[in-house]
């Protein structure tokens, strides 16, 4: 008499899906205070051109899961994707504008192995050109503290959920830089 096994090769193909899926990190959400600081900074319309990861910063390895980006594989278009996002909302996104926003990640973790505090990191450098002429190159940095745990099935949600947080701190600080703020005029 069999039991259960048949129905054991689908159930464990699910769970590796769902698996597979939580491995990606969340989706940027555009911040609210992020897109009304560039509405009031009196910035002049930019695009986004291409921010590089090194292959050692485009994955994420939170204890066990190596967490991915969700935008082309890569963190750097996830960063570049978050900037576009907020130009959008504020009406500074322009494809043909000959200012262009651009960079390179630097630095790019989330650690968990706390077991009361987690934290993640995210430094890179942003590059404004102007016609193809430097205007503003300066590496800009970011970090946020999470309630992390000692189990892992805990601890490795709250360090994922953690990085759209270090990304949107990431880019209070850049549109709070008077220097990137002049480059876009």
Do not use: H
Not at 7 to 13: D, I, K, R, T, Y
Not at 21 to 36: G, I, K, M, Q
Not at 52 to 57: A, C, G, N, T, Y
Not at 67 to 88: C, H, K, N, W
């Amino acid at each position: 008499m069999r039991t259960g096994t048949a129905g054991l090769a689908p159930a464990m193909l699910c769970a590796l899906i769902v698996a597979g899926c939580a491995n990606l990190a969340p989706p940027y959400a555009a911040s609210t205070d992020n897109v009304e600081l560039l509405k009031s900074s009196g910035a002049s319309a930019a695009k986004v051109g291409t921010i590089s990861v090194p292959p050692k910063l485009n994955s994420i390895q939170i204890r066990a899961v190596a967490m991915t980006s969700p935008v082309e594989g890569s963190y750097g278009a996830y960063l570049a994707d978050a900037i576009r996002q907020e130009f959008a909302l504020a009406k500074l996104l322009d494809p043909k504008s000959s200012v262009e926003i651009s960079g390179a990640l630097e630095q790019n973790d989330v650690d968990t192995g706390g077991l009361i505090r987690g934290s993640a990191v995210l430094v890179a450098r942003v590059v404004v050109k102007k016609d193809g002429e430097i205007r503003f190159d300066k590496v800009k940095s970011a970090t946020t503290e999470f309630d992390s745990n000692f189990i892992g099935a805990i601890a490795i949600p709250r360090g994922m959920q953690s990085y759209p947080v270090v990304v949107q701190k990431f880019l209070a600080t850049l549109y709070s830089d008077a220097e990137f703020i002049a480059a876009l005029r």
